[in-house]
């Protein structure tokens, strides 16, 4: 299937990574957007599955994806299947009008809603 860069800052949600080598994919997970830019400078994966988080004390950025927008943008094959709570939904559809985000599931995340959506995204 590919290879899929799972970045984990928040978590609360089942551990996903038997559901993706299930489907085919090799794994890599990282715990911060610092280190997802530094894996993304030397891989280019199939898919990523990222957290939205909308915070008010971010500087220069509305969430902590913008920067790794910055990069995916020079990666327009990349796939990004994003996970994001309820109460920040209506800043996350801002979000999402400025920038591609090919599948969004909203918390809670259940395996099943993540199967099928990189499914949908594999069969695009």
Known sequence: MGRLLSIIELGGYPNLMPLYQSLGYSV????SQRKARSY????????????????????DRSSNLETLMAILQKQSQVKLLVFYMPDHAERFERFRAQHPVDAAIAFPVTEDKVRGALQALAEA
């Not at 890599?28 to 715990?31: F, H, K, L, Q």
């Not at 030397?42 to 500087?59: I, M």
């Open 28 to 31: 890599d997970v990282v715990n």
């Open 40 to 59: 993304l400078k030397k891989t280019v994966p199939d898919v990523v599955v990222a957290e939205y988080n909308a915070q008010s004390d971010f500087r």
